[in-house]
């Protein structure tokens, strides 16, 4: 066994968790300083942690392999390749920030799916940022942490993400979604109870990633933030859904389903706010499945296995269904009635092997609470 005594040879100082996320609707939003709805996954990323006096900072993960040895004076963006970066690229952000902290021996262990959009790179930054925090007593906010996780993520590793997942990782609160302002960091914890409802989130983890996401994701971001420029906005969260069809009007005709998408999805996530505060979930159905053609169509991020889950799901009596996250594979979630949660598993996977794709992960989703310290 490779507990944390058999790795380091000694106690570990204490453990964190912090979770991955599922976003309810606001999906490529955040980096347009918009809105959106995650709520914190069940699963986690859990660290157990010490800190070191050498400098050095140790690494092993359950899911990752060898045992990997940094000195945090060397760090470097680009410098630590694999998920190591991840953890490392966080020592490395806290110093950039000024943060006096050194070396540590960290033990991570995981039951956040990996790569199914549901945020694991996210969870494992945050988990290390939070041990950090407490290990050395800096006394960081969670949102202030989020910040310097997405740092990680960005600069140190290379992969241009928005804050969203980071936020949801660190500031969910259990039987809540988090509607976040990614302009200004403020948020609103609204209350999501499915259960009383008689409603259940079931999660689709399609187990595809198509490649072209990675290159993808940077040109749509490139593409808002043209956008933007021509219409003299400092972003295109700037644009009122009264204002689109102008605006509309002025832009190159590759500009305008991607503004479109960003406009109608952001007033997609004031929409669903708006129900949950009344008390009605089940209206958040309809909400959903707009927000999806909007991907599809406009922003043209989905894919032919997130179609047809959304389409199964649907036709087996789902109120509403989407992809959640970047796109190009990953997972989708449908809102359903949970006595035919089941049920709609099961058509899922039915079309799936119909069409010749490999099985769905089924999981299902209950707003679960942001990182924390477990001893
Ligand atoms: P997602 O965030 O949607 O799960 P990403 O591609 O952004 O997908 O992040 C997945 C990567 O994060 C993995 O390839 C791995 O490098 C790293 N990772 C996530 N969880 C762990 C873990 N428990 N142990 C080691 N690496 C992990
Ligand atoms: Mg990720």
């Given at each position: 066994?490779?507990?944390?005594?058999?790795?380091?040879?000694?106690?570990?100082?204490?453990?964190?968790?912090?979770?991955?996320?599922?976003?309810?609707?606001?999906?490529?939003?955040?980096?347009?300083?918009?809105?959106?709805?995650?709520?914190?996954?069940?699963?986690?990323?859990?660290?157990?942690?010490?800190?070191?006096?050498?400098?050095?900072?140790?690494?092993?993960?359950?899911?990752?392999?060898?045992?990997?040895?940094?000195?945090v004076e060397d760090l470097a963006p680009g410098s630590v390749p694999g998920w190591a970066g991840y953890p490392a690229g966080v020592a490395w952000a806290?110093?950039?920030?000024?943060?006096?902290?050194?070396?540590?021996?960290?033990?991570?262990?995981?039951?956040?799916?990996?790569?199914?959009?549901?945020?694991?790179?996210?969870?494992?930054?945050?988990?290390?940022?939070?041990?950090?925090?407490?290990?050395?007593g800096l006394g960081l906010p969670a949102a202030e942490l989020a910040v310097l996780a997405q740092r990680a993520e960005n600069a140190f590793v290379g992969?241009?993400?928005?804050?969203?997942?980071?936020?949801?990782?660190?500031?969910?609160?259990?039987?809540?979604?988090?509607?976040?302002?990614?302009?200004?960091?403020?948020?609103?914890?609204?209350?999501?109870?499915?259960?009383?409802?008689?409603?259940?989130?079931?999660?689709?983890?399609?187990?595809?990633?198509?490649?072209?996401?990675?290159?993808?994701?940077?040109?749509?971001?490139?593409?808002?933030?043209?956008?933007?420029?021509?219409?003299?906005?400092?972003?295109?969260?700037?644009?009122?859904?009264?204002?689109?069809?102008?605006?509309?009007a002025r832009l190159p005709s590759e500009l305008v389903p991607l503004v479109r998408h960003v406009v109608t999805e952001n007033a997609r996530v004031e929409?669903?706010?708006?129900?949950?505060?009344?008390?009605?979930?089940?209206?958040?159905?309809?909400?959903?499945?707009?927000?999806?053609?909007?991907?599809?169509?406009?922003?043209?991020?989905?894919?032919?296995?997130?179609?047809?889950?959304?389409?199964?799901?649907?036709?087996?009596?789902?109120?509403?269904?989407?992809?959640?996250?970047?796109?190009?594979?990953?997972?989708?979630?449908?809102?359903?009635?949970?006595?035919?949660?089941?049920?709609?598993?099961?058509?899922?996977?039915?079309?799936?092997?119909?069409?010749?794709?490999?099985?769905?992960?089924?999981?299902?989703?209950?707003?679960?609470?942001?990182?924390?310290?477990?001893?």
């Amino acid at each position: 066994m490779n507990t944390f005594a058999q790795l380091y040879g000694g106690p570990s100082e204490g453990e964190w968790a912090a979770p991955g996320r599922v976003n309810l609707i606001g999906e490529h939003t955040d980096y347009n300083l918009g809105f959106v709805l995650p709520i914190a996954l069940p699963q986690t990323v859990r660290a157990e942690a010490a800190r070191r006096t050498d400098g050095l900072l140790r690494l092993w993960s359950a899911q990752g392999g060898e045992l990997v040895a940094l000195r945090v004076e060397d760090l470097a963006p680009g410098s630590v390749p694999g998920w190591a970066g991840y953890p490392a690229g966080v020592a490395w952000a806290l110093r950039e920030a000024g943060h006096q902290v050194g070396g540590a021996d960290l033990r991570l262990d995981s039951d956040v799916p990996s790569g199914a959009g549901l945020s694991s790179s996210a969870a494992l930054e945050c988990v290390v940022a939070a041990a950090y925090n407490d290990l050395y007593g800096l006394g960081l906010p969670a949102a202030e942490l989020a910040v310097l996780a997405q740092r990680a993520e960005n600069a140190f590793v290379g992969v241009p993400c928005g804050i969203m997942d980071q936020m949801a990782s660190m500031c969910c609160h259990p039987g809540a979604a988090l509607f976040l302002d990614s302009r200004d960091l403020s948020m609103r914890q609204v209350p999501v109870d499915l259960a009383g409802a008689g409603l259940a989130l079931l999660v689709l983890d399609t187990r595809v990633k198509h490649d072209l996401g990675d290159g993808a994701y940077a040109a749509l971001r490139a593409g808002c933030e043209r956008a933007a420029a021509l219409l003299g906005l400092p972003a295109l969260r700037s644009l009122q859904p009264s204002g689109l069809d102008d605006a509309l009007a002025r832009l190159p005709s590759e500009l305008v389903p991607l503004v479109r998408h960003v406009v109608t999805e952001n007033a997609r996530v004031e929409a669903a706010v708006a129900r949950l505060d009344a008390g009605d979930p089940a209206a958040l159905g309809p909400i959903l499945t707009a927000g999806h053609a909007s991907l599809r169509d406009d922003y043209r991020v989905s894919c032919p296995e997130t179609d047809l889950a959304v389409e199964a799901a649907l036709a087996a009596g789902a109120h509403g269904a989407r992809m959640t996250g970047g796109g190009f594979g990953g997972s989708v979630i449908a809102l359903v009635d949970a006595d035919a949660a089941e049920h709609v598993a099961a058509e899922v996977t039915a079309a799936f092997r119909t069409a010749g794709y490999a099985e769905p992960r089924t999981l299902t989703a209950v707003p679960a609470e942001g990182a924390r310290r477990l001893r």
